[in-house]
C-alpha cells in the first residue's frame, strides 16, 4: 500500500435534487462550466459520520498490518539479513516522503475522488481520469485476490490443526459478502468494523513481537537490526527497503472517507501521516522482536521457512497459540478488504458525479448513504474474479499476480500525484510552495519509485507473476479506450470542466 489553508480552489456545490453550477476561480487551471441540464442527479454521502480514529482506521485497515510485516519479514530477512528492522525503518521514511505532497492536496482538495481531484486539478482533466481510472480498477479487484489469499490460508491451517477444512472459495465468498453488506449499510458500520478489528490484529502483533523481545531465541536481545554494520549485501538490503515500500501502501486510502468525515481539510492530511506513522511503528517493532524471539544467530531458518515465521514463533513462545495469530490474520484480510471497498466505491462515485464515469454510478442509497451502484458493481466484479480466475490459477496465484499488478499501478499514480502537487502549489497556491515538499520530496519518491519498477521486473519473475505488468498495462489500455471512445468524444467533454470540483465541505 503517506493542515494548512482553507481551499480557495474552483469548487461545485453538489446538492441532491440540483444541477451542479461551477464556480470559478481566476486562479484555477479548469474553466468554469455553464449550468448543466439535468444530465447528472446524485445525492450526497453522509457527511460528519466519521471522526479522526475513523479515518485513522480506514487508512491502517487498507494497509493491512498483520498480513503486511508477517508475511514479508521472511523475504526481508533472506535479503537484509539482521538489519531487516532497518530496512523496514528506511522504508517507512520513503513513504514518509512520498505522503508529504499528498497531505498538501488532501488539505485543499477534500474529495471522495481523490486521485481523481488531485491530478484533475493539479495537471488536467485527461490525466485525472486516468490516475483515477487505474486505482479505482485495482482497489475494486484487490478483495478478490485478498479474499482468496485469506480463504487459502485458513483452508490450509484448519486441514492442518484439526484435519477439516472447507474450500478456500467458501471462505472467500463468506469474506465478499460481509464487506458488501458493510458497503451496502454505510461508512459508520464499515468504520466500526475496521477500529475493532485493526485495533485487535495490532494488538497481536505487538504482542508476539514483544513476547520474542521477553523470550529471546539464539543470540539474545540485542539492537544490531538498526546498524549499518549489519547490512550484508548492499543490493540484497536496497531491495528489501524498496519492496517493503508496498507493504505501507493503503495510508492515501484516508482521502476516500474525507467527505464523510467531521472535517476533512484537517482529519484526512492526519490520518494519511497518522497512519504511516502508526504502521512504521509498528512494522519495526514486529520486525525487530519477531527476529529476536526465533534468534539473530538462526535468521537463515527464519527466511527460509516453509511455514510463516509468525505461526511458528506463536506455537513456540505461546504454547500453541498460533491459532490466535490465524485470527488476526483473516481479521487483516477481512478489515483490507472491507478497506478497499469502501475505497474503491468512493472513488467511482467521485469520477461519476462530474460525469466522467456513467452518472448511475453516482447514485446514492436513499436509506444508508452510500453510492449503491458502485457499491453492487464492485462486489459483483470482487466476486467474478475471485472464482472465474482464483479457481483456475490457484488462491497464492492470484494474490502474487494482482498483488504485483498493484504495485504497477501504483507507481505511475503516486507520481502522477507528485507532479500534480507541484503544479498545484506553484500555479493555483503560490503562496505556499516550498522547495522542500513540493519539489524535492517529489523527485525522491519519484526515483524510489521508479527503483521499485525497476527490481520487480529485472530480473523476470516466474509465471503468473511475470504477466503483471502486461495486466497493468491493459487496465491503463482500457482507461485510454473509455477516455477516448466515450469522454472525449463530442458533446461529451463536460466532465472535463467538472472533473477538479470539490462537495460542499467545511
Same mark, same amino acid.
Request: hydrophobic share 55%; charged share 10%; net charge positive.
Given at each position: 500500500?503517506?493542515? $494548512?489553508?482553507?481551499?480557495?480552489?474552483?469548487?461545485?456545490?453538489?446538492?441532491?435534487?440540483?444541477?451542479?453550477?461551477?464556480?470559478?476561480?481566476?486562479?484555477?487551471?479548469?474553466? &468554469?462550466?455553464?449550468?448543466? *441540464?439535468?444530465?447528472?442527479?446524485?445525492?450526497? @454521502?453522509?457527511?460528519?459520520?466519521?471522526? +479522526?480514529?475513523?479515518?485513522?482506521?480506514?487508512?491502517?485497515?487498507?494497509?493491512?498490518?498483520?498480513?503486511?510485516?508477517?508475511?514479508?519479514? &521472511?523475504?526481508?530477512?533472506?535479503?537484509?539479513? /539482521?538489519?531487516?528492522?532497518?530496512?523496514?525503518?528506511?522504508?517507512?521514511?520513503?513513504?514518509?516522503?512520498?505522503?508529504?505532497?499528498?497531505?498538501?492536496?488532501?488539505?485543499?482538495?477534500?474529495?471522495?475522488?481523490?486521485?481523481?481531484?488531485?491530478?484533475?486539478?493539479?495537471?488536467?482533466?485527461?490525466?485525472?481520469?486516468?490516475?483515477?481510472?487505474?486505482?479505482? #480498477?485495482?482497489?475494486?479487484?484487490?478483495?478478490?485476490? +485478498?479474499?482468496?489469499?485469506?480463504?487459502?490460508?485458513?483452508?490450509?491451517?484448519?486441514?492442518?490443526?484439526?484435519?477439516?477444512?472447507?474450500?478456500?472459495?467458501?471462505?472467500? $465468498?463468506?469474506?465478499?459478502?460481509?464487506?458488501?453488506?458493510?458497503?451496502?449499510?454505510?461508512?459508520?458500520?464499515?468504520?466500526?468494523?475496521?477500529?475493532?478489528?485493526?485495533?485487535?490484529?495490532?494488538?497481536?502483533?505487538?504482542? $508476539?513481537?514483544?513476547?520474542?523481545?521477553?523470550? %529471546?531465541?539464539?543470540?539474545?536481545?540485542?539492537?544490531?537490526?538498526?546498524? *549499518?554494520?549489519?547490512?550484508?549485501?548492499?543490493?540484497?538490503?536496497?531491495?528489501?527497503?524498496?519492496?517493503?515500500?508496498?507493504?505501507?501502501?493503503?495510508?492515501?486510502?484516508?482521502?476516500?472517507?474525507?467527505?464523510?468525515?467531521?472535517? *476533512?481539510?484537517? @482529519?484526512? %492530511?492526519?490520518?494519511?501521516?497518522?497512519?504511516?506513522?502508526?504502521?512504521?511503528?509498528?512494522?519495526?517493532?514486529?520486525?525487530?522482536?519477531?527476529?529476536?524471539?526465533?534468534?539473530?544467530?538462526?535468521?537463515?531458518?527464519?527466511?527460509?521457512? =516453509?511455514?510463516?515465521?509468525?505461526?511458528?514463533?506463536?506455537?513456540?513462545?505461546?504454547?500453541?497459540?498460533?491459532?490466535?495469530?490465524?485470527?488476526?490474520?483473516?481479521?487483516?484480510?477481512?478489515?483490507?478488504?472491507?478497506?478497499?471497498?469502501?475505497?474503491?466505491?468512493?472513488?467511482?462515485?467521485?469520477?461519476?458525479?462530474?460525469?466522467?464515469?456513467?452518472?448511475?454510478? &453516482?447514485?446514492?442509497?436513499?436509506?444508508?448513504?452510500?453510492?449503491?451502484?458502485?457499491?453492487? +458493481?464492485?462486489?459483483?466484479?470482487?466476486?467474478?474474479?475471485?472464482?472465474?480466475?482464483?479457481?483456475?490459477?490457484?488462491?497464492?496465484?492470484?494474490?502474487?499476480?494482482?498483488?504485483?499488478?498493484?504495485?504497477?499501478?501504483?507507481?505511475?499514480?503516486?507520481?502522477?500525484?507528485?507532479?500534480?502537487?507541484?503544479?498545484?502549489?506553484?500555479?493555483?497556491?503560490?503562496?505556499?510552495? !516550498?522547495?522542500? *515538499?513540493?519539489?524535492?520530496?517529489?523527485? #525522491?519518491?519519484?526515483?524510489?519509485?521508479?527503483? #521499485?519498477?525497476?527490481?520487480?521486473?529485472? %530480473? $523476470?519473475? =516466474? &509465471?503468473?507473476?511475470?504477466?503483471?505488468?502486461?495486466?497493468?498495462?491493459?487496465?491503463?489500455?482500457?482507461?485510454?479506450?473509455?477516455?477516448?471512445? /466515450?469522454?472525449?468524444?463530442?458533446? !461529451?467533454?463536460?466532465?472535463?470542466?467538472?472533473?477538479?470540483?470539490?462537495?460542499?465541505?467545511?
Amino acid at each position: 500500500m503517506f493542515d $494548512l489553508l482553507n481551499c480557495q480552489c474552483a469548487h461545485t456545490y453538489l446538492v441532491s435534487g440540483r444541477n451542479p453550477v461551477a464556480v470559478a476561480d481566476p486562479a484555477s487551471p479548469l474553466p &468554469a462550466a455553464p449550468p448543466q *441540464p439535468n444530465k447528472i442527479v446524485h445525492s450526497e @454521502l453522509r457527511k460528519g459520520s466519521i471522526g +479522526l480514529a475513523g479515518v485513522l482506521m480506514q487508512a491502517v485497515a487498507q494497509i493491512s498490518p498483520t498480513l503486511g510485516i508477517f508475511y514479508t519479514i &521472511a523475504f526481508t530477512t533472506g535479503q537484509a539479513g /539482521r538489519a531487516a528492522p532497518l530496512a523496514y525503518l528506511a522504508a517507512f521514511i520513503v513513504c514518509l516522503i512520498i505522503a508529504v505532497p499528498m497531505t498538501g492536496l488532501a488539505r485543499h482538495l477534500p474529495s471522495a475522488g481523490g486521485f481523481y481531484t488531485y491530478v484533475s486539478y493539479g495537471i488536467g482533466p485527461r490525466w485525472g481520469f486516468l490516475t483515477g481510472w487505474l486505482y479505482a #480498477i485495482m482497489v475494486t479487484i484487490v478483495p478478490a485476490a +485478498l479474499a482468496a489469499f485469506t480463504g487459502a490460508v485458513l483452508q490450509d491451517e484448519l486441514t492442518a490443526k484439526i484435519g477439516f477444512g472447507l474450500p478456500w472459495w467458501v471462505y472467500a $465468498l463468506a469474506i465478499l459478502v460481509v464487506c458488501f453488506a458493510c458497503a451496502y449499510r454505510g461508512i459508520v458500520i464499515s468504520i466500526r468494523f475496521l477500529v475493532v478489528m485493526s485495533m485487535f490484529e495490532i494488538a497481536v502483533g505487538l504482542g $508476539l513481537a514483544l513476547t520474542g523481545v521477553l523470550r %529471546p531465541g539464539p543470540g539474545g536481545v540485542n539492537v544490531a537490526g538498526f546498524s *549499518p554494520a549489519s547490512i550484508g549485501s548492499s543490493s540484497g538490503f536496497f531491495l528489501a527497503i524498496v519492496l517493503s515500500i508496498f507493504a505501507f501502501t493503503g495510508f492515501e486510502s484516508a482521502a476516500a472517507v474525507g467527505e464523510e468525515s467531521r472535517d *476533512p481539510k484537517r @482529519l484526512v %492530511p492526519r490520518a494519511i501521516s497518522g497512519s504511516l506513522a502508526l504502521i512504521g511503528l509498528f512494522y519495526v517493532v514486529c520486525a525487530w522482536g519477531l527476529q529476536i524471539g526465533w534468534g539473530t544467530d538462526n535468521l537463515d531458518a527464519l527466511a527460509n521457512s =516453509s511455514t510463516a515465521p509468525a505461526f511458528v514463533l506463536a506455537d513456540r513462545l505461546w504454547s500453541g497459540g498460533s491459532v490466535v495469530v490465524l485470527i488476526a490474520l483473516v481479521n487483516s484480510g477481512l478489515g483490507v478488504c472491507i478497506a478497499c471497498t469502501t475505497s474503491s466505491t468512493r472513488t467511482i462515485f467521485g469520477m461519476a458525479r462530474t460525469g466522467s464515469l456513467p452518472a448511475p454510478l &453516482a447514485r446514492v442509497s436513499a436509506t444508508f448513504a452510500t453510492p449503491i451502484t458502485a457499491v453492487y +458493481l464492485q462486489s459483483a466484479v470482487a466476486i467474478a474474479i475471485c472464482l472465474a480466475v482464483g479457481l483456475p490459477l490457484g488462491p497464492y496465484n492470484l494474490f502474487n499476480l494482482l498483488g504485483t499488478t498493484g504495485t504497477f499501478v501504483y507507481i505511475p499514480i503516486f507520481i502522477l500525484m507528485n507532479i500534480a502537487a507541484f503544479r498545484f502549489f506553484r500555479t493555483t497556491h503560490p503562496e505556499e510552495f !516550498r522547495v522542500l *515538499p513540493f519539489v524535492v520530496c517529489p523527485i #525522491i519518491s519519484t526515483v524510489a519509485l521508479l527503483t #521499485i519498477g525497476y527490481n520487480s521486473i529485472v %530480473p $523476470l519473475p =516466474s &509465471a503468473p507473476v511475470v504477466f503483471a505488468p502486461v495486466l497493468a498495462a491493459a487496465y491503463l489500455l482500457v482507461g485510454v479506450l473509455v477516455l477516448f471512445g /466515450r469522454n472525449l468524444r463530442p458533446g !461529451r467533454r463536460d466532465w472535463m470542466a467538472r472533473a477538479g470540483e470539490l462537495p460542499d465541505v467545511a
